[in-house]
């Protein structure tokens, strides 16, 4: 999806979940690393939780990849080739 589709989508999420305070701040003359960025806040620690997952599950049903799970995976990946190289050295 576009930019504002994903922000609609996340917006519509956040309401859907009863989040609080919900601020959207534009980054478009800012930064180069993203459009816009959305803060909010809950009731209490579950309910952010709750709301996080819910934003990244619809996001996720949309077509948007999951940067946190590239990120990890990506990490997870990079570990296991510098450590088979670190044990095949040790081995040798």
């Given at each position: 999806p576009s930019p504002e589709e994903t922000l609609?989508?996340?917006?519509?999420?956040?309401d859907d979940m009863k989040a609080e305070d919900t601020l959207t701040i534009?980054?478009?003359?800012?930064?180069s690393l993203?459009?816009?960025?959305?803060?909010?806040?809950g009731r209490s620690n579950r309910h952010v939780?709750?709301?996080?997952?819910?934003?990244?599950e619809n996001l996720g049903k949309a077509g948007?990849?999951?940067?946190?799970?590239?990120?990890?995976a990506n990490?997870?990946?990079?570990?296991?080739?510098?450590t088979g190289?670190?044990?095949t050295k040790a081995g040798r």
């Open positions: 609609r989508l996340v917006l519509a999420s956040l534009d980054l478009r003359e800012k930064s993203a459009d816009t960025m959305v803060v909010t806040s939780g709750s709301v996080a997952d819910r934003v990244l948007v990849k999951n940067f946190f799970d590239a990120a990890r990490f997870a990946n990079q570990t296991k080739r510098i190289a670190t044990l």
